[in-house]
């Protein structure tokens, strides 16, 4: 009988210990889609650089607040961009950063530029 109480008290802690190692991996665990916001302002983009962590899904919206610019486009080699900015119009970029490093985009013309650094 003592084995048995034993017995059901080793698989009652095994798992709870299951159950509490499960809940701290959930809770530490990536987000699924990391999002970001780009202001294009008469002097550039706010902000100038993003930080975006490595292999996980992120939404980029622009939004183009002013005439009074070239950036009339948002343009990344990096990763297969090229979309124009309507004014007033928020535009969604949708991308997954594959690797690490700092990876930039520029206006049609290349004069501004901002940076993605991904870690």
Same mark, same amino acid.
């Given at each position: 009988m003592?084995?048995?109480?034993?017995? +059901? *008290?080793?698989?009652?802690? =095994?798992? &709870?210990? =299951?159950? +509490? +190692?499960?809940? =701290?991996?959930?809770?530490?665990?990536?987000?699924?889609?990391?999002?970001?916001?780009?202001? /294009?302002?008469?002097?550039?983009?706010?902000?100038?650089?993003?930080?975006?962590?490595?292999?996980?899904?992120?939404?980029?919206?622009?939004?183009?607040?002013?005439?009074?610019?070239?950036?009339?486009?948002?343009?990344?080699?990096?990763?297969?961009?090229? *979309?124009?900015?309507?004014?007033?119009?928020?535009?969604? /970029?949708?991308?997954?950063?594959?690797?690490?490093?700092?990876?930039? &985009?520029?206006?049609?013309?290349?004069?501004?530029?901002?940076?993605l /650094? =991904?870690?």
């Amino acid at each position: 009988m003592r084995t048995f109480t034993f017995q +059901i *008290r080793l698989v009652l802690a =095994v798992l &709870f210990a =299951v159950l +509490i +190692i499960g809940a =701290v991996q959930e809770a530490v665990a990536k987000p699924k889609v990391q999002t970001a916001k780009i202001k /294009i302002m008469t002097l550039g983009y706010e902000p100038t650089a993003l930080k975006l962590r490595k292999g996980i899904p992120a939404h980029v919206t622009f939004l183009r607040t002013t005439d009074a610019t070239c950036v009339k486009e948002i343009v990344s080699p990096d990763f297969n961009i090229g *979309r124009p900015l309507p004014l007033n119009q928020p535009v969604l /970029i949708t991308l997954t950063p594959t690797k690490k490093g700092s990876f930039t &985009f520029v206006c049609g013309m290349n004069m501004m530029r901002g940076e993605l /650094i =991904v870690q």
